[in-house]
């Protein structure tokens, strides 16, 4: 340890003395040769950058003198890079030319893999929401902003609160991720609980469709959601550098505004974001939807070193919330909510040595969360969660390359108030992770092992005795894909993950109103285990993206509520207790893209899950039927027109005692401009849902017995860059 601290005081006390030299160029338009403004342009391994003037160019000046790789990005355009030898006191000119794409690449993703890679190359279905997506699918909540994705589904409770399901799994089964860790609110434990992340705060969203313990642990047996802010500067920024985004939606009479602000000093960057969002009531076709009104505050503050091989970092995030949810009758439970995160990272890198990176996160997040019946408050949840995660990451060894590595969790659950119905606890929770993966020729091979080991101590509530419940898992993923030409590959995987029964399954006994019914948990519950194989098929080139999954995932141990048939003397609710059974879902997303002519591109989207016990012959219940989407887009540089049609066809497998329901389909239109002025890049995106105002109901909907989907909705949103 004495020598590594003294390495890096020594390199931090010679960076500046090493020779220098300045990369600079310009940045235009492959096709029409007109420059761009506010393009990103950065260094790797330095993690330095800068934007480009109005003129489209840039410089970067006292580069130490080595090996570089120039990263240049623009929204809409395909990321390219560059690589660089910068020799003593050399100045380098460069003409970088982007590509316009009207179809969507897979860019870089950071989301179940070890490096930095293309979804492209990884085993697992992957889906990316960039800035492009973002400007056209923004909505008031996370959830909803997924829902497009093949295979990502929306639970509908009000504008702004909804769940995402991942091939018909949802809650504690998906797990949501604030850049790479837990995010620590309450929103998987029961469907009136709120996503505590502000949707116009978010850069990038990473999805992974199926079981991801082997990376995440518990809670991910369906599939994990990374929202990805960069709090953490990645980059040192020459000059200022941000974005201002406004947006305003009819249908809630919704209205939110958020900047983001980057500056580099030295070695040093720095980075703040502040947002606010207020909406009203929802309007569905038929009447005005009372109690969905909202508002939330987020903000959020962090700094950054970056040196070559070595980076660290801290930032705090903010998020503040008040809303309420539709019930249908005369009462309107509102909720309150706040959650600070406190993030650490650093990472190490090493040259010519066996260990080629060390890197380490640690992060707490405290979650305070209010239910209030008449303005009083009836229930009062606070959680705090402590994780640290560990990697090491070896060498190439040949056509060998992994990683080594630890985590601890622990989280502690404590709720007041004359509405608690299950059990305060704690949980521990340690993991060991190795990770590899082998290339040879046009195969790559990963896979990995994880070992988890829980402990869930719960105090004494009610009748009941405090208890104290260990779990033991393995977990593994492996999985190859193989370049069957230029263009297009196969992968094929396997993944077992796992889940921690909720507390709530375990130890609850009593009313809980946000599902209408009276919970007794079950402490001789099991952890679920799922096993999933996926097989894909997948095509890319400049003016096509096709991508084919078939996946078939059992579960055994699955928990449900089993409707019991008694009623509850005191509160007149049925009674339901916590179950477990042996379950099955399958299906299949298929996603074609394709640019016939240039600018002119036109997508078809289907996906299909069932899912059914397999003990017995019956259905899981809230499983989305079958779906299309079907969209034609005109997109140049400046300017974006396009309309798509979703079908979703009626749910008639359905669980006992769930009602079917029938299919719909509704008309989508969207407007896009980019406009360069002044050396800032304006965009602004209309887009209009629902065109016909049509009244329908969705499988998924927690409100559809009393009240049907949102009517029509014209949404702007503007976004500055500078």
Do not use: C
Request: charged content about 25%.
């Amino acid at each position: 340890m004495r020598k590594l601290m003294l390495f890096a005081i020594i390199l931090f006390l010679n960076i500046n003395l090493l020779a220098q030299g300045t990369i600079r160029g310009k940045v235009i338009d492959k096709t029409t040769k007109e420059p761009l403004p506010s393009a990103d342009v950065h260094l790797v391994e330095l993690k330095r950058g800068t934007i480009t003037q109005n003129d489209g160019t840039f410089i970067i000046n006292k580069v130490p003198a080595g090996n570089y790789i120039l990263e240049v990005s623009y929204i809409g355009y395909k990321k390219t890079q560059k690589k660089i030898n910068l020799k003593d006191d050399e100045t380098i000119d460069l003409d970088i030319e982007l590509e316009q794409t009207a179809i969507s690449l897979p860019g870089v993703v950071v989301t179940g893999t070890m490096y930095e890679r293309s979804a492209f190359e990884i085993h697992q279905p992957i889906a990316v929401l960039d800035e492009d997506k973002l400007g056209l699918r923004l909505s008031d909540n996370i959830a909803k902003t997924l829902s497009y994705e093949p295979g990502i589904n929306l639970e509908f409770n009000g504008s702004s609160v909804g769940r995402p399901v991942i091939r018909g799994l949802t809650g504690t089964r998906i797990l949501i991720l604030d850049n790479g860790v837990r995010i620590g609110d309450a929103s998987d434990l029961s469907p009136d609980h709120a996503i505590s992340f502000e949707p116009t705060s978010v850069e990038r969203i990473e999805v992974i469709r199926g079981p991801a313990s082997l990376f995440y642990g518990t809670n991910s047996v369906g599939g994990v959601i990374n929202i990805i802010s960069e709090d953490i500067p990645r980059a040192i920024h020459d000059k200022l550098r941000g974005s201002l985004r406004f947006t305003g939606s009819s249908v809630n009479s919704s209205l939110s505004g958020s900047g983001v602000f980057d500056y580099g000093i030295k070695n040093f960057g720095l980075r703040g974001e502040f947002g606010y969002r207020k909406n009203g009531n929802l309007r569905t076709p038929i009447r005005l939807l009372e109690n969905t009104e909202s508002n939330n505050l987020t903000s959020s503050i962090g700094i950054a070193y970056h040196m070559k091989n070595f980076t660290t970092g801290f930032a705090f995030r903010n998020y503040q919330g008040d809303y309420g949810i539709p019930t249908g009758d005369e009462e309107h439970p509102r909720f309150k909510i706040n959650r600070n995160k406190f993030a650490f990272r650093s990472e190490l890198g090493f040259e010519n040595s066996k260990i080629q990176g060390l890197e380490l996160q640690i992060n707490q997040t405290d979650y305070d969360h209010k239910e209030l019946e008449e303005g009083e408050v009836a229930t009062h949840i606070k959680t705090k969660t402590l994780t640290s995660d560990l990697k090491l990451k070896h060498a190439k060894i040949g056509n060998l390359s992994g990683m080594l590595g630890s985590s601890f969790m622990y989280q502690n659950y404590n709720t007041t108030g004359e509405e608690k119905f299950y059990a305060d606890a704690n949980l521990y929770l340690a993991s060991l992770i190795l990770y590899e993966e082998f290339e040879l020729n046009r195969l790559t091979l990963q896979t990995g092992i994880r070992y988890d080991f829980a402990r869930v101590k719960s105090k004494e509530f009610e009748d009941i005795p405090s208890q104290a419940k260990n779990f033991s898992v393995f977990s593994t993923s492996a999985g190859f894909v193989y370049k069957l030409a230029d263009p297009m590959n196969l992968t094929l995987s396997f993944s077992r993950g796992f889940r921690i029964p909720s507390l709530q399954e375990l130890f609850a006994y009593g009313p809980h109103l946000g599902t209408l019914s009276f919970e007794v948990g079950n402490p001789d519950l099991k952890a679920e285990i799922s096993n999933e194989i996926d097989f894909s098929l997948r095509w890319l080139t400049q003016r096509s993206n096709v991508e084919v999954s078939l996946f078939l995932n059992y579960i055994n141990n699955f928990v449900y509520p089993h409707k019991t048939g008694e009623t509850d003397s005191a509160t007149g609710l049925p009674i339901y207790k916590y179950m477990s059974a042996n379950s099955v879902l399958r299906g299949f997303e298929a996603k074609f893209e394709f640019e016939p002519i240039r600018y002119l591109s036109t997508s078809i989207l289907v996906d299909y899950v069932e899912g059914k016990k397999r003990d017995v012959n019956e259905y899981l219940p809230f499983i989305p039927p079958l779906r299309g989407i079907v969209g034609i887009e005109y997109r140049t540089a400046k300017y974006h027109i396009g309309a798509e049609i979703k079908l979703v066809s009626s749910q008639n497998k359905v669980a006992p005692d769930e009602a079917k329901t029938p299919g719909y389909g509704i008309i989508n239109l969207h407007l896009g401009l980019r406009l360069p002025f002044s050396g800032l890049a304006h965009e602004i995106n209309l887009n209009i849902e629902n065109l016909t105002n049509k009244t329908y109901y969705d499988h998924l909907s927690r409100i559809k017995e009393f009240a049907p989907m949102p009517g029509r909705n014209i949404s702007l949103i503007y976004h500055l860059l500078f």
